[in-house]
């Protein structure tokens, strides 16, 4: 008897309730046997993220357009400590973003088309000029660190040696020109 009075316990245990997480009755024919799953408020509360696969980076994703690159990329960026040195003429791994253009060592580029993917990543459309050439260049600039670390990647354009990523560190404030 105790073993049957277990069975059915179980038995109504697993039929559960026909009322969904709000304390509504669902009688309607699209949850007729379906599971409800409760989801976080947060679901960045959701350390093993059990509900829905999600990317913390995702999560800030923004891919809007705008007309200029925001002031977080701005400022002189230094491939090593001696790039920075504005009393030094050989910084030739200096870069310096302004909201309308990057300036290099023999080069400048205007950038268009730009496009934020998030608050730290932006894509952009370049077009270089320097030592009486030309030449077009698609490229993503990347913050790390806390906006300590910029990564500068060629994704495309007319020059096949421009390819792949440059990192900078951000030149102190004393180190402006």
Same mark, same amino acid.
């Given at each position: 008897? !105790?073993?049957?009075?277990?069975?059915?316990?179980?038995?109504?245990?697993? %039929?559960?309730?026909?009322?969904?997480?709000?304390?509504?009755?669902?009688?309607?024919? =699209?949850?007729?046997?379906?599971?409800?799953?409760?989801?976080?408020?947060?679901?960045?509360?959701?350390?093993?993220?059990?509900?829905?696969?999600?990317?913390?980076?995702?999560?800030?994703?923004? =891919?809007?357009?705008?007309?200029?690159?925001? $002031?977080? +990329?701005?400022?002189?960026?230094?491939?090593?400590?001696?790039? %920075?040195?504005?009393?030094? /003429?050989?910084?030739?791994?200096?870069?310096?973003? /302004?909201?309308?253009?990057?300036? +290099?060592?023999?080069?400048?580029?205007?950038?268009?088309?730009?496009?934020?993917?998030?608050?730290?990543?932006?894509?952009?459309?370049?077009?270089?000029?320097?030592?009486?050439?030309?030449?077009?260049?698609?490229?993503?600039?990347?913050?790390?660190?806390?906006? !300590?670390?910029?990564?500068?990647? $060629?994704?495309?354009?007319? !020059?096949?040696? =421009?390819?792949?990523?440059?990192?900078?560190?951000? %030149?102190? /404030?004393?180190? /402006?020109?």
């Amino acid at each position: 008897m !105790k073993h049957l009075s277990l069975a059915a316990f179980l038995i109504l245990a697993a %039929c559960g309730s026909s009322e969904d997480a709000g304390g509504n009755n669902s009688s309607g024919p =699209e949850t007729a046997g379906a599971a409800i799953e409760q989801t976080p408020a947060n679901l960045m509360d959701d350390p093993n993220n059990s509900v829905v696969p999600i990317r913390p980076d995702d999560v800030q994703r923004v =891919e809007q357009t705008v007309s200029a690159i925001p $002031a977080a +990329f701005t400022g002189r960026w230094g491939m090593v400590p001696n790039d %920075c040195d504005p009393q030094r /003429a050989d910084n030739k791994g200096l870069l310096t973003v /302004a909201a309308d253009r990057l300036g +290099f060592y023999e080069s400048r580029a205007v950038p268009g088309n730009i496009r934020l993917e998030s608050p730290t990543k932006l894509t952009t459309d370049l077009a270089f000029s320097g030592e009486g050439q030309t030449w077009q260049q698609t490229a993503t600039l990347t913050l790390m660190d806390d906006g !300590k670390t910029l990564i500068r990647e $060629a994704i495309g354009g007319e !020059k096949g040696d =421009e390819q792949g990523a440059q990192r900078y560190s951000r %030149c102190p /404030a004393g180190a /402006a020109k």
